[in-house]
């Protein structure tokens, strides 16, 4: 295979998958029939994220095949050039660092609320959670799920991963308006208090700063 060719690496690819499986599926544990199905959804994106990072470019030799000499580089089996991004915005290494720099602060956003809105839900032993980041969002274990999906996105986007995204944020969308019916049924006017006063995923832009930095 030629040096430029930067795939069939299975074991890396496997490695990646069994990574950030256990930093996800350490904060957000699935309980019930429908939270082991998205966990599942969640577990197909990056099975088709890393196979095609490090295994084998299914999007790659499509778009190549589609646009033969037309496409963008000159060496697209290249695993810089796997960064579509970075091809888009014409392969420079400025390109490439951006995109890296980009999706890299999206991901540690999104750990960063996995592990702090998990921690607090852990500590309250089932006592309705409202401070903390539970004071900006109603489910910021979900949004930080959500900026770790759009930070693939950019690093790395597939055919099959867009085509996956739009699916697993829909199905932690109607899992959280399960989540909340069920605490409604328990806290009821606190909750509906909460509720009206606080966003489901992002709050406002101006207060990111202070939702990221929440006490626990």
Avoid: C
């Amino acid at each position: 295979m030629d040096h430029d060719y930067a795939y069939g690496m299975w074991v890396i690819a496997i490695f990646n998958i069994g990574l950030f499986l256990f930093f996800i599926l350490s904060f957000i544990r699935p309980q019930g029939k429908v939270e082991w199905r998205n966990m599942g959804i969640v577990t197909a994106f990056l099975v088709a994220l890393f196979t095609e990072m490090y295994g084998f470019p299914l999007t790659i030799y499509l778009l190549t095949g589609w646009l033969g000499e037309a496409y963008p580089v000159l060496q697209p089996f290249n695993h810089k050039y796997g960064h579509l991004w970075v091809v888009v915005f014409g392969g420079s290494n400025f390109a490439w660092a951006l995109v890296m720099g980009v999706s890299l602060i999206l991901l540690i956003m999104g750990y960063i609320l996995m592990s702090k809105g998990w921690r607090q839900v852990h500590a309250a032993q089932g006592s309705l959670v409202t401070t903390g980041v539970y004071s900006f969002v109603r489910h910021p274990q979900y949004t930080g799920l959500f900026l770790v999906i759009v930070a693939f996105l950019i690093q790395w986007p597939t055919l099959l991963t867009v085509i996956m995204a739009p699916i697993l944020i829909y199905a932690y969308v109607r899992l959280s308006r399960a989540e909340e019916r069920t605490v409604a049924s328990s806290y009821s006017d606190q909750y509906q208090s909460y509720r009206n006063r606080t966003p489901m995923f992002f709050p406002k832009l101006r207060e990111w700063p202070d939702f990221l930095r929440a006490p626990l």
